[in-house]
């Protein structure tokens, strides 16, 4: 059994529909990488599983169970985390309190579970008197994933991760997300930079007009000339 198992998923805002049945698995300890052209309902599928965007029809089931349309703080009660694009930190309170107001939830020890996010992300640690206001862009990404992770996720849902940073901290934050599904967290991403995207990912899914168009390992749709014709400029 899949760790994730989206099937005919339907799902939108009010009346508009965006998702038209949508089919996805991630397995335990899998990255794996949602691409596709704007508009296509990447965004969407990741609010869909994490209760944020009403879902119309179909099912989503997470660890074994069906998940469809449950509120946020049930789903990270059961080990999902989410990351948005925007507004993914508290940019007047210090890295330490971000982190903090992350297992507000948690009822482990909260040193431990600090020090842990302090060894995968070193800069943190230097910086963590500091409010995030006051850091790059690439350094509130950062916060933001630590944060999330914070609540022991069994598998983290990332929107965009990389959206408005330059080349070189794009691949720092890459390398962050790589190091974290190395500890045995699965990653769902959805990610515009998507030949980058895939070259780090074990899956990958395009979607188009809210619908499945491929799937496939990282390795096989980057060798997929019509697939990189149509969705990665050739």
Do not use: C
């Not at 009403?54 to 509120?71: C, L, N, S, W």
């Not at 899956?203 to 007009?209: D, P």
């Amino acid at each position: 059994m899949s760790l994730l198992e989206i099937e005919e998923l339907r799902a939108g805002y009010g009346d508009t529909e965006i998702l038209h049945g949508v089919n996805i698995k991630v397995e335990a300890g899998e990255l794996s990488v949602i691409i596709g052209p704007n508009g296509a309902g990447k965004s969407t599928l990741i609010k869909a599983i994490f209760g944020i965007v009403a879902t119309h029809g179909g099912r989503v089931r997470f660890a074994g169970g069906d998940i469809t349309g449950a509120p946020p703080e049930k789903l990270v009660s059961m080990g999902l985390a989410y990351v948005p694009q925007e507004r993914n930190v508290f940019p007047t309170l210090t890295v330490a309190e971000n982190l903090e107001m992350g297992a507000f939830s948690v009822r482990e020890p909260l040193v431990p579970m600090l020090e842990a996010q302090y060894a995968l992300f070193p800069e943190l640690e230097r910086r963590r008197r500091q409010l995030v206001g006051e850091l790059s862009g690439g350094q509130r990404q950062m916060v933001a994933l630590a944060r999330a992770l914070m609540t022991g996720p069994k598998l983290l849902l990332l929107d965009e991760p990389t959206a408005g940073l330059s080349p070189k901290v794009m691949a720092e934050v890459f390398g962050h997300i790589r190091a974290i599904n190395g500890t045995g967290i699965g990653v769902l991403m959805v990610e515009q930079n998507a030949r980058l995207a895939l070259e780090i990912a074990d899956r990958g899914h395009v979607l188009a007009a809210g619908r499945n168009r491929y799937s496939g390992t990282g390795a096989d749709l980057l060798a997929n000339r019509q697939m990189a014709e149509a969705f990665l400029g050739g």
